[in-house]
Nanobody
Framework: QVQLMESGGGSVQTGGSLTLSCTAS??????????MGWYRQVPGKQREMVAM???????NYGDDVKGRFTISRDNAKNTVYLQMNNLKAEDTGVYYC?????????????????WGPGTQVTVSS
């Protein structure tokens, strides 16, 4: 089974920047992973999608981070990055690497979702 590991979390002041990294333990293509990206759990809110990028390079951002965060991939390293700029106090939370995988279609379709253990991001106001 694929394991995901995040790094790069920490504490910064409002307006600062952080870069998160997530590396898969095995080839994302061998394990039928279709996309990689990030969710976050912010206190007082439901877990929300931050940014996702498909294997074909299609990117989606959550409404709260558009224009401030940038997602990118390095397929040779099985790694996805999240560059976070102009951080705000409301960005504080636990950030989780996410990788949906699927095989087959129709009657044989099976989906698995992999999660990293999470990394803490704290933004002080």
């Amino acid at each position: 089974q694929v394991q995901l590991m995040e790094s790069g979390g920490g504490s910064v002041q409002t307006g600062g920047s952080l870069t998160l990294s997530c590396t898969a333990s095995e080839s994302i293509f061998a394990r039928s992973i279709k996309a990689m990206g990030w969710y976050r759990q912010v206190p007082g809110k439901q877990r929300e999608m931050v940014a996702m990028v498909t294997n074909d390079g299609v990117i989606n951002y959550g409404d709260d981070v558009k224009g401030r965060f940038t997602i990118s991939r390095d397929n040779a390293k099985n790694t996805v990055y999240l560059q976070m700029n102009n951080l705000k106090a409301e960005d504080t939370g636990v950030y989780y690497c996410n990788a949906p995988a699927s095989t087959g279609s129709g009657r044989t379709f099976v989906q698995n979702i992999y999660w990293g253990p999470g990394t803490q991001v704290t933004v002080s106001s």
